[in-house]
Protein backbone atom coordinates (compact mmCIF):
# COMPACT_ATOMS: atom_id res chain seq x y z
CA UNK A 1 0.00 0.00 0.00
CA UNK A 2 2.13 3.30 -0.92
CA UNK A 3 2.18 5.70 2.03
CA UNK A 4 -0.30 8.59 1.66
CA UNK A 5 -0.10 11.87 4.12
CA UNK A 6 -3.50 12.49 5.86
CA UNK A 7 -2.59 16.40 6.14
CA UNK A 8 -3.78 16.45 2.41
CA UNK A 9 -7.52 15.88 3.39
CA UNK A 10 -9.41 18.71 5.28
CA UNK A 11 -10.20 17.67 8.90
CA UNK A 12 -13.90 17.25 9.67
CA UNK A 13 -15.79 16.14 13.24
CA UNK A 14 -18.59 13.78 13.02
CA UNK A 15 -21.96 13.83 15.25
CA UNK A 16 -24.96 12.30 16.14
CA UNK A 17 -28.40 13.89 16.38
CA UNK A 18 -31.42 12.17 17.87
CA UNK A 19 -34.99 12.49 16.58
CA UNK A 20 -36.18 11.17 19.70
CA UNK A 21 -40.51 10.46 19.75
CA UNK A 22 -42.80 9.41 21.95
CA UNK A 23 -46.56 10.25 22.68
CA UNK A 24 -47.58 12.59 24.97
CA UNK A 25 -51.06 13.31 25.24
CA UNK A 26 -52.21 12.10 22.22
CA UNK A 27 -49.54 14.06 20.19
CA UNK A 28 -46.73 13.08 18.88
CA UNK A 29 -43.70 15.08 20.87
CA UNK A 30 -40.35 15.51 19.94
CA UNK A 31 -37.16 15.94 22.38
CA UNK A 32 -35.90 19.15 22.19
CA UNK A 33 -33.01 21.08 24.08
CA UNK A 34 -32.16 24.91 24.43
CA UNK A 35 -28.52 25.58 23.90
CA UNK A 36 -26.42 26.72 25.96
CA UNK A 37 -23.63 27.64 24.23
CA UNK A 38 -22.36 29.10 20.75
CA UNK A 39 -22.91 28.56 17.99
CA UNK A 40 -27.04 28.82 18.23
CA UNK A 41 -26.70 29.69 22.41
CA UNK A 42 -30.63 29.95 23.29
CA UNK A 43 -31.95 27.98 20.35
CA UNK A 44 -33.12 24.84 20.51
CA UNK A 45 -31.81 21.70 18.83
CA UNK A 46 -32.17 17.97 18.90
CA UNK A 47 -30.20 16.42 21.12
CA UNK A 48 -26.62 14.97 20.36
CA UNK A 49 -23.21 15.44 20.55
CA UNK A 50 -19.69 14.32 18.95
CA UNK A 51 -18.50 11.29 18.32
CA UNK A 52 -15.87 9.96 20.80
CA UNK A 53 -12.07 8.52 18.68
CA UNK A 54 -13.03 5.04 20.64
CA UNK A 55 -16.77 4.73 19.87
CA UNK A 56 -18.66 3.28 16.85
CA UNK A 57 -21.66 5.69 15.84
CA UNK A 58 -24.57 2.93 17.40
CA UNK A 59 -22.17 2.91 20.53
CA UNK A 60 -22.28 7.21 20.03
CA UNK A 61 -25.79 7.21 19.66
CA UNK A 62 -27.10 4.88 22.47
CA UNK A 63 -24.96 6.50 24.72
CA UNK A 64 -26.55 10.46 24.14
CA UNK A 65 -29.61 8.64 24.19
CA UNK A 66 -29.08 7.39 27.99
CA UNK A 67 -27.33 10.85 28.52
CA UNK A 68 -30.73 12.92 27.48
CA UNK A 69 -33.32 10.70 28.38
CA UNK A 70 -32.17 7.91 30.64
CA UNK A 71 -33.10 5.33 28.44
CA UNK A 72 -31.51 2.48 27.15
CA UNK A 73 -31.15 1.28 23.50
CA UNK A 74 -33.29 -1.94 23.33
CA UNK A 75 -31.79 -4.70 21.52
CA UNK A 76 -34.51 -6.29 19.10
CA UNK A 77 -33.50 -9.75 19.85
CA UNK A 78 -33.77 -9.70 23.59
CA UNK A 79 -37.04 -9.40 25.67
CA UNK A 80 -38.17 -6.01 26.34
CA UNK A 81 -36.28 -3.87 29.27
CA UNK A 82 -38.85 -1.02 31.20
CA UNK A 83 -36.34 1.63 29.70
CA UNK A 84 -35.59 0.44 26.83
CA UNK A 85 -36.26 2.41 23.36
CA UNK A 86 -35.79 1.65 19.82
CA UNK A 87 -33.14 2.92 18.44
CA UNK A 88 -32.08 3.09 14.42
CA UNK A 89 -29.75 5.12 12.46
CA UNK A 90 -32.32 7.61 10.54
CA UNK A 91 -29.92 9.46 7.73
CA UNK A 92 -26.22 11.39 7.21
CA UNK A 93 -26.02 15.04 6.87
CA UNK A 94 -22.87 16.72 5.36
CA UNK A 95 -23.64 19.95 4.01
CA UNK A 96 -20.32 21.95 4.14
CA UNK A 97 -22.46 24.78 5.96
CA UNK A 98 -24.48 23.39 8.26
CA UNK A 99 -22.36 24.18 11.20
CA UNK A 100 -20.63 27.44 11.22
CA UNK A 101 -17.55 26.03 14.02
CA UNK A 102 -16.21 23.54 11.58
CA UNK A 103 -16.88 20.55 8.81
CA UNK A 104 -19.42 18.56 10.51
CA UNK A 105 -20.44 15.61 9.53
CA UNK A 106 -23.95 14.32 11.59
CA UNK A 107 -25.19 10.63 11.50
CA UNK A 108 -28.68 11.21 12.57
CA UNK A 109 -30.45 8.60 14.19
CA UNK A 110 -34.46 7.51 15.52
CA UNK A 111 -35.45 6.72 19.21
CA UNK A 112 -39.14 5.93 19.65
CA UNK A 113 -40.01 5.14 23.49
CA UNK A 114 -43.06 5.25 25.15
CA UNK A 115 -44.99 7.98 26.86
CA UNK A 116 -41.57 9.71 28.44
CA UNK A 117 -41.48 11.84 32.14
CA UNK A 118 -39.68 15.09 31.92
CA UNK A 119 -36.17 15.21 30.41
CA UNK A 120 -33.34 16.56 32.13
CA UNK A 121 -30.61 18.52 30.24
CA UNK A 122 -27.32 17.46 29.87
CA UNK A 123 -24.08 18.49 27.81
CA UNK A 124 -23.82 22.08 26.56
CA UNK A 125 -27.54 22.28 27.03
CA UNK A 126 -29.37 24.50 29.86
CA UNK A 127 -33.07 23.18 29.11
CA UNK A 128 -34.72 20.49 27.75
CA UNK A 129 -38.63 20.03 27.06
CA UNK A 130 -40.67 17.93 24.72
CA UNK A 131 -42.68 19.87 22.17
CA UNK A 132 -45.61 18.68 19.77
CA UNK A 133 -43.76 17.98 16.50
CA UNK A 134 -46.46 20.23 14.73
CA UNK A 135 -45.48 23.09 16.71
CA UNK A 136 -41.84 22.82 15.94
CA UNK A 137 -42.32 21.29 12.17
CA UNK A 138 -44.78 23.12 9.72
CA UNK A 139 -47.66 22.04 7.24
CA UNK A 140 -44.90 21.43 4.96
CA UNK A 141 -42.25 20.45 6.87
CA UNK A 142 -40.52 24.15 7.63
CA UNK A 143 -40.19 25.72 10.71
CA UNK A 144 -43.19 27.69 12.17
CA UNK A 145 -42.59 31.66 12.89
CA UNK A 146 -40.21 31.63 16.12
CA UNK A 147 -41.16 32.95 19.62
CA UNK A 148 -41.05 31.78 22.89
CA UNK A 149 -42.99 28.34 22.39
CA UNK A 150 -42.11 27.86 18.91
CA UNK A 151 -38.47 28.92 18.20
CA UNK A 152 -37.28 28.11 14.98
CA UNK A 153 -34.26 24.53 15.39
CA UNK A 154 -30.99 25.10 15.48
CA UNK A 155 -28.47 24.12 12.41
CA UNK A 156 -30.20 21.87 10.23
CA UNK A 157 -32.13 20.28 12.87
CA UNK A 158 -35.63 21.16 11.36
CA UNK A 159 -34.53 18.77 7.93
CA UNK A 160 -33.38 16.50 10.42
CA UNK A 161 -36.78 15.91 12.37
CA UNK A 162 -39.04 16.14 9.43
CA UNK A 163 -37.04 12.90 8.22
CA UNK A 164 -37.46 11.32 11.08
CA UNK A 165 -41.18 11.84 11.72
CA UNK A 166 -41.72 10.90 7.89
CA UNK A 167 -39.54 7.43 8.41
CA UNK A 168 -41.86 6.85 11.40
CA UNK A 169 -44.90 7.49 9.80
CA UNK A 170 -44.14 5.38 7.21
CA UNK A 171 -42.58 2.61 9.02
CA UNK A 172 -45.47 2.03 11.20
CA UNK A 173 -47.58 1.28 7.95
CA UNK A 174 -45.79 -1.49 6.74
CA UNK A 175 -43.71 -2.95 9.96
CA UNK A 176 -44.71 -3.50 13.94
CA UNK A 177 -42.93 -0.46 14.97
CA UNK A 178 -45.98 1.23 16.53
CA UNK A 179 -45.72 -0.89 19.55
CA UNK A 180 -42.09 0.93 20.64
CA UNK A 181 -44.59 3.94 21.48
CA UNK A 182 -46.66 1.60 23.70
CA UNK A 183 -45.72 -0.01 26.97
CA UNK A 184 -44.99 -4.04 27.51
CA UNK A 185 -48.84 -4.41 27.22
CA UNK A 186 -51.06 -2.58 26.03
CA UNK A 187 -55.12 -1.76 24.83
CA UNK A 188 -55.76 -1.88 20.62
CA UNK A 189 -57.56 1.56 21.54
CA UNK A 190 -53.81 3.12 22.94
CA UNK A 191 -52.36 1.80 19.66
CA UNK A 192 -54.85 3.23 17.64
CA UNK A 193 -54.08 6.86 19.61
CA UNK A 194 -50.26 6.20 18.21
CA UNK A 195 -51.51 5.49 15.19
CA UNK A 196 -53.97 8.85 15.22
CA UNK A 197 -51.31 11.03 16.42
CA UNK A 198 -48.23 9.73 14.76
CA UNK A 199 -49.53 10.06 11.69
CA UNK A 200 -52.51 12.91 12.21
CA UNK A 201 -55.52 11.84 11.52
CA UNK A 202 -58.41 10.07 13.62
CA UNK A 203 -59.18 6.02 12.88
CA UNK A 204 -62.43 4.49 12.93
CA UNK A 205 -62.27 2.25 16.38
CA UNK A 206 -63.73 -0.85 14.79
CA UNK A 207 -61.97 -1.30 11.76
CA UNK A 208 -58.68 -0.25 13.75
CA UNK A 209 -59.66 -2.94 16.27
CA UNK A 210 -60.64 -5.75 13.02
CA UNK A 211 -57.59 -4.99 11.44
CA UNK A 212 -54.67 -5.11 14.33
CA UNK A 213 -56.45 -8.16 15.67
CA UNK A 214 -56.40 -9.83 12.11
CA UNK A 215 -52.49 -8.62 11.24
CA UNK A 216 -51.05 -11.95 11.74
CA UNK A 217 -48.20 -11.77 14.63
CA UNK A 218 -49.10 -8.68 14.76
CA UNK A 219 -50.52 -9.05 18.44
CA UNK A 220 -50.22 -11.75 20.96
CA UNK A 221 -53.43 -11.19 24.04
CA UNK A 222 -51.83 -11.24 27.80
CA UNK A 223 -54.54 -12.77 29.27
CA UNK A 224 -55.47 -9.82 31.45
CA UNK A 225 -57.46 -6.34 31.29
CA UNK A 226 -57.31 -2.66 32.71
CA UNK A 227 -59.78 0.05 33.37
CA UNK A 228 -57.12 2.67 32.91
CA UNK A 229 -58.81 4.08 30.46
CA UNK A 230 -61.98 4.20 32.24
CA UNK A 231 -65.18 2.15 31.37
CA UNK A 232 -65.62 -1.43 30.52
CA UNK A 233 -62.07 -3.56 31.53
CA UNK A 234 -60.21 -3.84 27.97
CA UNK A 235 -58.15 -6.55 26.60
CA UNK A 236 -54.75 -6.14 26.84
CA UNK A 237 -52.22 -7.32 24.42
CA UNK A 238 -48.39 -7.23 23.69
CA UNK A 239 -46.51 -7.28 20.54
CA UNK A 240 -46.09 -9.88 18.71
CA UNK A 241 -43.12 -11.82 16.99
CA UNK A 242 -44.21 -10.25 13.27
CA UNK A 243 -41.91 -7.24 11.79
CA UNK A 244 -43.73 -6.61 8.77
CA UNK A 245 -47.19 -6.79 9.21
CA UNK A 246 -49.18 -8.26 6.15
CA UNK A 247 -51.52 -6.71 4.98
CA UNK A 248 -49.81 -3.53 6.28
CA UNK A 249 -52.21 -0.76 7.90
CA UNK A 250 -51.78 1.69 5.24
CA UNK A 251 -51.88 5.75 6.03
CA UNK A 252 -55.43 7.38 4.91
CA UNK A 253 -55.70 9.65 2.69
CA UNK A 254 -55.84 13.14 3.46
Known amino acids: MPPYDPSTFPPFAVTVDLVVLTVRRHALCALVVRRGESPFQGRWALPGGF ?4 EDLGAAAARELVEETG ?3 QDPAAPAIGNGAHLEQLATYGDPGRD ?21 AGGDANSARWSPVEDLLGAEGSLGHEDENQASLAFDH ?6 GVERARSKIEYSSLATAFCPPEFTVGELRRVYEAVW ?15 TPGFLVPTGGTTTRQGG ?9 AATVLNPPMLRPEV
Open 51 to 54: VRAD
Open 71 to 73: LCA
Open 100 to 120: PRMRVVSVAHLALAPDLPAPR
Open 158 to 163: ARILAD
Open 200 to 214: GVVLDPRNFHRKVTG
Open 232 to 240: RPAQLFRAG
